[in-house]
Nanobody, 127 residues
Framework: VQLQASGGGLVQAGGPLRLSCAASGRTFSSYAMGWFRQAPGKEREFVAA????????YYADSVKGRFTISRDNAKNTVYLQMNSLKPDDTAVYYC?????????????????????WGQGTQVTVSS
């Protein structure tokens, strides 16, 4: 599957932004999806994930209550709605997909769990 992230940009602190990740292929609905981010000089870190059905979602503590992950399987797209943005949210955001079934929710937090990655979209939050 190929992933194309979009929607990044420059936003003032406190503002919203919505990222989209469009996937190619007819099996999108069988993939769990995740969003990660990487700031300059830092490791890539987990942001949010959603199971293939959309019934379960997971968030990093740093974004819980501000970000919402969702998906539209009919459109082969996963979204990340980001509200109340902070300068610390500045990073390149990547979407990722995994076909590996897991009953351990902790797996979604690890980059190694994902098979496919998008190219990333820059989010810059000004203070």
């Amino acid at each position: 599957v190929q992933l194309q992230a979009s929607g990044g940009g420059l936003v003032q602190a406190g503002g919203p932004l919505r990222l989209s990740c469009a996937a190619s292929g007819r099996t999108f609905s069988s993939y769990a999806m995740g969003w990660f981010r990487q700031a300059p000089g830092k490791e890539r870190e987990f942001v949010a994930a959603i199971t293939w059905s959309g019934r379960s979602t997971y968030y990093a503590d740093s974004v819980k209550g501000r970000f919402t992950i969702s998906r539209d399987n009919a459109k082969n797209t996963v979204y990340l709605q980001m509200n109340s943005l902070k300068p610390d949210d500045t990073a390149v955001y990547y979407c990722a997909a995994t076909s590996t079934v897991t009953y351990y929710s902790g797996s979604y937090y690890n980059t190694g769990h994902y098979d496919y990655w998008g190219q990333g979209t820059q989010v810059t939050v000004s203070s």
